[in-house]
């Protein structure tokens, strides 16, 4: 194995992505893990296990405790209490190795402005250990990757939005970590952007890194994610595949209404097998679930002759959103209530 400038070894590349990990190793090994700032508990008691080659969805609302959570996965914080391992490390033990296992994109830009794409990506690579030669055919590995080959050697003060974050990841990815943390990396991105990423994250797990995407968006985890982990004011509250949380939701049908003038209390009496589900949100919505489709209808006669004015309404089989009400009593993005 080669000698990096500084005396550590050089990371072992696999087709010049991900260090080799044995499939399905425990890469993240976290039990009990509680922070409080000041009087408010972010984070209870939450325990998580992350191997190579999977992508694990974070899924909560803003404020949950994801921030957190991923900040004490990168040694950036420490827990109250709690053990934690990575790569088979205590962070209490030796930090700084483990920073050189992973890669962490917080949710706001960390790039040199005044730098090129391919400047910042040098540094960030030899930052890592990496030796000059190995850092400029690694960074031009991951400007091909996302997409910004084109754009090398711009200043970054000058690209949009989206390169932004897709340069951002690169950076994460350059040393090729054990353990990539993703904080809500498509934050205002176009589509183009969105999609380059998912497909970088992809191409990074699937050389054997172990990922961790957290999002509040319930479309990406869907779409990107192998297992989800449901955090809600702190506290995990499911851990599954997609199918196994939206299963949580229940099998029977959702009708979601939006109401102008809310019905009056008890509109629902004496329809069968009829109940509002508990929401918080801003707008006055309803969430029923349905015995059968024919209901739908019946549910908007009775609010028609109640005198409510109903502005928009859908039917869907249970998904995720459901699974998350279901289990928390409230909906993804609602706000907290003031």
Same mark, same amino acid.
């Given at each position: 194995?080669?000698?990096?400038?500084?005396?550590?070894?050089?990371?072992?590349?696999?087709?010049?992505?991900?260090?080799?990990?044995?499939?399905?190793?425990?890469?993240?090994?976290a039990?009990?893990?509680?922070?409080?700032?000041?009087?408010?508990?972010?984070?209870?008691?939450?325990?998580?296990?992350?191997?190579?080659?999977?992508?694990a969805?974070?899924?909560?609302?803003?404020?949950?405790?994801?921030?957190?959570? *991923?900040?004490?996965?990168? +040694?950036?914080?420490? #827990?109250? $209490?709690? =053990?934690?391992?990575? !790569?088979? /490390?205590?962070?209490?033990?030796?930090?700084?190795?483990?920073?050189?296992?992973?890669?962490?994109?917080?949710?706001?830009?960390?790039?040199?402005?005044?730098?090129?794409?391919?400047?910042?990506?040098?540094?960030f690579?030899?930052?890592?250990?990496?030796?000059?030669?190995?850092a400029?055919?690694?960074?031009?590995?991951?400007?091909?990757?996302?997409?910004?080959?084109?754009?090398?050697?711009?200043?970054?003060?000058?690209?949009?939005?989206?390169?932004n974050?897709?340069?951002?990841?690169?950076?994460?990815?350059?040393?090729?970590?054990?353990?990539?943390? *993703?904080?809500?990396?498509? +934050?205002?991105?176009d #589509?183009? $952007?969105? =999609?380059?990423?998912? !497909?970088? /994250?992809?191409?990074?797990?699937?050389?054997?890194?172990?990922?961790?995407?957290?999002?509040?968006?319930?479309?990406?985890?869907?779409?990107?994610?192998?297992?989800?982990?449901?955090?809600?004011?702190?506290?995990?509250?499911?851990?599954?595949?997609?199918?196994?949380?939206?299963?949580?939701?229940?099998?029977?049908?959702?009708?979601?209404?939006?109401?102008?003038?809310?019905?009056?209390?008890?509109?629902?009496?004496?329809?069968?097998?009829?109940?509002e589900l508990?929401?918080?949100?801003?707008?006055?919505?309803?969430?029923?679930?349905?015995?059968?489709?024919?209901?739908?209808?019946?549910?908007?006669?009775?609010?028609?002759?109640?005198?409510?004015?109903?502005?928009?309404?859908?039917?869907?089989?249970?998904?995720?959103?459901?699974?998350?009400?279901?289990?928390?009593?409230?909906?993804?993005?609602?706000?907290?209530?003031?």
């Open positions: 194995m080669a000698s990096t400038r500084n005396g550590r070894p050089a990371p072992s590349f696999n087709n010049g992505m991900a260090p080799s990990l044995r499939a399905g190793s425990l890469v993240v090994e039990i009990g893990l509680s922070k409080s700032y000041g009087g408010r508990l972010a984070l209870d008691s939450v325990t998580l296990r992350i191997r190579a080659g999977e992508i969805g974070l899924l909560g609302p803003n404020g949950a405790g994801k921030t957190t959570t *991923l900040s004490i996965l990168a +040694t950036l914080l420490r #827990p109250d $209490s709690g =053990e934690l391992r990575i !790569a088979g /490390v205590d962070p209490r033990c030796d930090a700084a190795s483990i920073r050189h296992k992973l890669g962490f994109v917080p949710q706001s830009i960390a790039l040199f402005p005044s730098l090129s794409p391919l400047q910042n990506l040098e540094l690579a030899r930052v890592h250990g990496l030796a000059k030669r190995q400029r055919a690694a960074a031009i590995r991951m400007l091909e990757m996302v997409g910004l080959a084109e754009r090398a050697r711009d200043p970054v003060a000058i690209l949009s939005g989206g390169m974050r897709r340069l951002n990841l690169a950076c994460a990815m350059v040393h090729s970590p054990e353990l990539l943390l *993703l904080d809500e990396p498509t +934050t205002g991105v #589509p183009q $952007s969105r =999609e380059r990423i998912f !497909a970088t /994250v992809r191409k990074a797990a699937a050389a054997g890194a172990a990922v961790i995407y957290s999002t509040h968006y319930m479309e990406e985890a869907e779409r990107l994610c192998d297992r989800l982990l449901l955090i809600d004011h702190g506290r995990l509250v499911a851990d599954g595949t997609v199918s196994e949380l939206i299963a949580l939701g229940g099998t029977q049908a959702r009708m979601e209404i939006a109401f102008q003038t809310e019905p009056p209390t008890g509109w629902l009496k004496g329809m069968r097998g009829i109940s508990p929401t918080q949100s801003a707008v006055s919505k309803t969430i029923l679930p349905l015995a059968n489709l024919n209901q739908a209808g019946e549910v908007l006669e009775r609010a028609r002759t109640l005198g409510a004015h109903v502005l928009e309404f859908s039917v869907h089989r249970p998904n995720l959103s459901d699974a998350f009400i279901t289990l928390t009593g409230h909906a993804l993005r609602d706000p907290e209530p003031q």
